[in-house]
């Protein structure tokens, strides 16, 4: 969902999260997290060594870049485009992406 249209009260399913389509979505509960509330506790890294794990391949940086946008949600902080954790991303995890 487009961060904009967020409202935290109505964050039931997976595509209510800032950033969340279907097919990220699948992504998420292809590795266990079927609604909002799985996240709690969950690190972004984390996740998307999980998901490259369960895909067999390097998943595209920009998608732990959304991982770190819901986490950071979940914990409380106003949502957020994705590409706003872009440059975190790179300055936290740059040598460590190779998975």
Wanted: aromatic share 8%; proline share 6%.
């Amino acid at each position: 969902m487009n961060p904009v249209r967020v409202v935290r009260e109505k964050t039931l399913k997976l595509t209510d999260l800032p950033n969340i389509g279907p097919a990220m979505a699948k992504d998420l509960k292809s590795i266990g997290i079927d609604k909002p509330n799985d996240l709690k506790g969950k690190e972004a890294f984390d996740l998307y060594k999980k998901l490259c794990i369960k895909k067999g391949l390097k998943v595209d940086p920009c998608v732990l870049d959304v991982f770190m946008s819901i986490t950071d949600f979940i914990k409380g902080n106003e949502p957020k485009v994705w590409w706003e954790y872009t440059a975190k991303r790179k300055r936290t995890y740059s040598g460590t992406l190779d998975i």
